[in-house]
């Protein structure tokens, strides 16, 4: 099973949020809206939009790429 998430190329680190490939794509072109929206309902994002844009924040101005990997283990991220 293929895993995506995001990488920043320049630290070098990653996550792999827990959603697709087009969720990931979608949510990094529209994360103004996101942040607009998670301003009025912070209850109403999924775990996965908080950990993508607590980490699109943190490397804001950095280059971050769409990343995929094979995933053999399973459970709790
Ligand atoms: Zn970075």
Redesign the pocket.
Known sequence: MMQYGFQ????E?AIFPATTRSELAWFRNRLHVVREVAKHVQTGLDTWMIEGMEFLD??SG???VLVSRSSTKSGSA
């Not at 920043?8 to 630290?11: D, L, N, R, S, Y």
């Open positions: 920043c190329e320049e630290c680190e943190r490397h950095h280059s971050v």
